[in-house]
């Protein structure tokens, strides 16, 4: 699963959601409609967990 939060923890975006095969895969994020920020990106992958700090700047 790969989801995008706020600062405040609010989901932004739900990426990825369904069963990924074994190898490499790259998620895009289609940001046009959100404002400048500071945002989080979580990738859950069954017991591995990676949170990322995104900054959009328009």
């Known amino acids: ?4 939060y706020d600062v405040s923890g609010r989901v932004i975006d739900n ?3 369904d069963y990924k095969s074994e ?5 895009l994020w289609n ?8 945002y989080f ?3 859950n992958v069954n017991v591995f967990v990676n ?4 900054m959009l700047i328009k």
Request: net charge positive.
């Open 31 to 38: 940001a046009s409609s959100m404002p400048s920020g500071i």
């Open 1 to 4: 699963m790969s989801v995008i």
């Open 15 to 17: 990426l990825v959601s």
């Open 23 to 27: 190898g490499s895969h790259e998620v």
């Open 51 to 54: 949170t990322q700090k995104l």
């Open 41 to 43: 990106a979580r990738l």
